[in-house]
C-alpha cells in the first residue's frame, strides 16, 4: 500500500514538471503580438554576429543593441544536449548578460535591446525548443531591464528572424563568416561562456 501511495506521488509530481515546462515556451503566434521590435536591418545584425561568434550547432548568442542598433555588447554559450526549458534557458541568458552589460532596472523605459541568435540542427520550421528559448529571452530581458528584441536561428537553410517571416541564406550554419559592419566603431571582443548545466551549477551556488 504504501509502494503504490509513493509510486503514484511521483507519477503526479512527474506530470506536474512536465506540464511546468511546457508552459515555458512562447507559440509563434505569442511571440509576434508580443510587440517584439523589428529589426532594421537584421541580415547586418546576423552577419555580425556570425563573424565574431563562428557558432556552431547549439551554440547560442546573446547581444545588446543600442537605439542605433550598434553592438554594445554580445556573448556566446554552448547548450547541452537536455530538454528544452524556458526557465534553464532564461537563467543562462541572464547569466550571460549580467556579465557583460550593466541592468537598466531603474529605467522606466527600456533603451537598450537584447536580440538572440540561435544555431542548430534541422530545417528552419519553428520548434518547441526555439518556444523555450522565446520564454527565455523575454523573461532575461524583463529581469535586466531590456527590450526583448529578435530571435533568430541559424540553420544549414540560412537565418531566420522567427515571427517576422524575414530571412535570408547566408549566413548560415555551415556558411564561412562574412566581414561584418555591426558597430562603426572597433569590433567589440565576445564573451564566450560555458554550457548551460555550467552556468546553473554556478547560479545554485550563489
Known amino acids: 500500500m504504501t509502494f503504490g501511495f509513493a509510486s503514484s506521488s511521483a507519477a503526479s509530481l512527474s506530470t506536474s514538471a512536465s506540464a511546468a515546462s511546457a508552459t515555458r515556451l512562447l507559440e509563434p503566434a505569442e511571440w509576434a503580438d508580443a510587440g517584439i521590435p523589428l529589426l532594421r536591418n537584421p541580415r547586418e545584425v546576423v552577419s555580425g554576429l556570425h563573424a565574431r561568434h563562428r557558432p556552431r550547432a547549439s551554440t547560442a548568442i546573446v547581444a545588446v543593441l543600442d537605439p542605433e542598433e550598434r553592438l554594445l555588447a ?18 543562462a541568458l541572464l547569466d550571460q548578460l549580467r556579465r557583460v552589460i550593466p541592468h537598466d532596472l531603474r529605467r522606466r523605459t527600456p533603451v537598450r535591446t537584447a536580440v538572440l ?13 526555439d518556444g523555450a528559448w522565446m520564454w527565455g529571452l523575454r523573461d532575461a530581458c524583463t529581469l535586466h531591464g531590456l527590450r526583448c528584441g529578435a530571435y533568430i536561428t541559424l540553420t544549414q ?6 515571427g517576422e517571416g524575414r530571412g535570408g541564406r547566408r549566413p548560415n ?10 558597430a562603426e566603431g572597433p569590433p567589440v571582443m565576445p564573451r564566450t561562456g560555458g554550457p548551460v548545466s555550467e552556468v546553473l551549477r554556478r547560479a545554485a551556488a550563489r
Open 173 to 182: 550554419s555551415h556558411s564561412t563568416p562574412e566581414p561584418f559592419a555591426l
Open 157 to 162: 537553410e540560412g537565418w531566420q528572424v522567427l
Open 117 to 129: 541568435l540561435y544555431c542548430r540542427e534541422g530545417d528552419a520550421r519553428w520548434t518547441e525548443e
Open 74 to 91: 554580445s556573448a556566446s554559450f554552448t547548450r547541452r544536449a537536455t530538454a528544452a526549458d524556458g526557465w534553464m534557458f532564461r537563467n
